[in-house]
């Protein structure tokens, strides 16, 4: 029992009490710090997020996710927004005309959901990985504009209804323009006319009214061709009141080509529109071998593309095409190429990974 002027019983005096109400209303007076000042250095990817606001996320194979437990752990410690890599494509979710498998896309999306992480779908409408039912019945005519039509709307409403209120957003179209700054001709464009594109956002739209709808691309970061036309596009779907809310810039990079220094400007060219931004598909490949100055450059394009993210406002999400050299697109696909993922083989952290860690909001 201390002091004399005690409330009986407590054991804190009458001084102590108004002490501790000044610290408190001191406490509560002083102003949070923002994000960005905060002091300690982000211990992993999911802490980086959290400390600049930007989501960021991995695309995700779906058979490594099953069969190994050191990818399954890494990509939910690192990862707070998912995206499949091919596992909601059209040949995966409809492989044969109305015989739908949905086993891998759901068990992305239940992945997700037990690691509190956001997801993005991929993809609504493209011109590959399309199931050979439908590119077959265009190509011998037994599909008409009429029924291809009806095809791409229940493919969208079936598709987005499924995942409804679990994909925080859609790429509902997927490299409409060419890099000549004309319209892809695809079997969309060619059969059903450009209106396709208003369609497939309008369709998405009534099927889940709470997701983010993109238009996502390659090349967009500097090639002026190509920004033009998706940027008059963009421009004239908001204008027809289209619901579409986003512009993704894939990222595919190369440290063989210069780092696309206007990116930053571009996006905040696409934000003027009123339109969320999101790196969708991030990764800075580079010709083999690998040595360690061009492990070192990589990095700096790493760094340079959260750091163009981070200086716009509007841009939400960067996410890479995933994240370890032990699975990744790029040697399937670019001949000689490589080592382009944030982490090698084993899952080891490259420079690329720390310098990503030491990136901060422009104040
Ligand atoms: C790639 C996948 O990574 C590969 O596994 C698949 O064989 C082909 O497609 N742009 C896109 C992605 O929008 O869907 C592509 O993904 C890479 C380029």
């Not at 490594?64 to 990509?75: G, M, T, W």
């Not at 992945?111 to 039912?133: D, I, Y």
Request: net charge neutral.
């Amino acid at each position: 029992m201390s002091g004399s002027s005690g409330t009986p019983g407590s054991g804190i005096g009458g001084n102590t009490v108004k002490l501790l109400i000044i610290a408190l209303a001191l406490v509560l007076a002083t102003p949070a710090l923002p994000a960005s000042a905060h002091p300690r250095p982000p211990r992993d990817l999911r802490q980086l997020a959290q400390q600049t606001g930007v989501k960021i996320g991995s695309a995700v194979d779906i058979a490594a996710l099953r069969a190994e437990s050191d990818y399954r752990r890494v990509l939910n410690r690192e990862f707070s927004h998912v995206t499949a890599e091919n596992a909601m494509k059209w040949e995966s979710v409809e492989p044969e005309r109305g015989v739908f498998t949905w086993a891998d896309a759901d068990a992305l999306v239940e992945n997700a959901r037990r690691n509190h992480q956001q997801v993005r779908g991929h993809t609504l409408v493209w011109h590959n990985q399309l199931p050979a039912w439908l590119t077959n019945g265009v190509a011998d005519g037994s599909i008409d504009a009429t029924e291809l039509r009806k095809i791409l709307r229940d493919h969208i409403t079936t598709q987005v209804r499924r995942y409804k209120g679990k994909i925080r957003a859609w790429d509902v179209v997927n490299e409409v323009v060419e890099d000549d700054g004309t319209m892809r001709q695809t079997l969309w464009l060619t059969h059903l006319g450009p209106g396709y594109i208003a369609d497939a956002f309008r369709w998405a739209h009534q099927a889940d009214p709470h997701a983010k709808l993109y238009i996502n691309d390659y090349n967009l970061e500097w090639n002026a061709p190509k920004i033009e036309t998706t940027f008059a596009l963009v421009k004239d779907l908001r204008a027809q009141g289209v619901p579409i809310h986003g512009a993704g810039f894939q990222g595919h990079l190369g440290i063989q080509y210069d780092y696309p220094g206007d990116w930053a400007n571009v996006m905040r060219r696409f934000a003027g529109l009123g339109l969320e931004i999101a790196v969708t598909e991030l990764d800075v490949r580079m010709v083999l071998p690998v040595t360690p100055e061009k492990l070192t450059t990589q990095a700096t394009y790493y760094s340079r593309a959260l750091s163009d993210c981070l200086s716009v406002r509007a841009c939400r999400e960067l996410t890479v095409w995933g994240y370890t050299d032990r699975h990744s697109w790029v040697p399937g696909w670019f001949d000689g190429e490589g080592s382009a993922c944030l982490l090698d083989e084993n899952l080891a952290p490259k420079p690329a990974y720390q310098a990503l860690l030491t990136v901060k909001r422009p104040r």
